[in-house]
């Protein structure tokens, strides 16, 4: 009896091993994004890797935010309200072999400026056999003060400095200057090309110098060699910074 059940066991690790994974899904986004209004968005894409339609649902299994923020789901060109948990409600979004879709989590504080931070968690599934699916985790933090600040309104050009101290820990300073007004992103990659901050997001600011306080308690990050970005409208620039804890 011992042997038949064994045998079965076996049988059944072999089937569930062998269950193809038809789609990926993954947060595109920061592990957290980091907003100084009262919203912010985060974005995450399935893609169908299988060679026929799939049918699937998004689940937000986990919404843990602060009291008088909201969250809400939108996927397959279709936006639900904070209310739902599970979308589509009924049925499922059809994906085609190859085909992507995105996932769009807005988050917003329906309250007085609540600074805090907030986890949420989506789970993705296939329609057909609910046992197929991926977990990933987005984090926002809304409301904190994003360090930046106007030292003249004066430049020659754009430019990107080195950062202060270099190397640093928990805090460094990174300045830059713009010499007309531009829409300004300013990100944190790893040594693997993986944005793991987004400091400054698509932000209007006028012609000038700024520095921007960089602190890694904001975003969690072990020791290691880091690459800080400066993106705007006609000008692109990248430097490199060490953090040592």
Known sequence: MKKILFFVSIILLLTIES????????????????SD????????VIKNISSSVISYKVSRILNDI???WESSMCCHGQCYGSETSLIPPTGGYSLGAGVSDTLDL??????????GLGTIVIKVYEV?????YLIDTFGVRLHTHVGIS???SIVKGYELKQN??????????IEFSIPKNSDV?????DMQGREVARLIENRKLTQGSYKFDFNINDYNLSSGVYFYKLITNDFISSKKMILLK
Not at 24 to 33: E, H, L
Not at 185 to 189: R, W
Request: proline content about 8%.
């Open 19 to 34: 269950k193809s994974q038809n789609f990926t899904f993954q947060r595109i986004s920061s592990r957290i994004v980091i």
């Open 37 to 44: 209004t009262s919203t912010a968005v985060t974005h995450g």
């Open 66 to 68: 602060p009291s008088g």
């Open 106 to 115: 807005d988050i917003y504080d329906t309250s007085s400026y609540t600074v």
């Open 128 to 132: 057909s056999n609910p046992s197929v």
């Open 150 to 152: 106007q030292i003249s």
């Open 164 to 173: 202060y101290p270099n190397p640093f820990n928990p805090s460094t300073s």
């Open 185 to 189: 992103n300013l990100e944190v990659y």
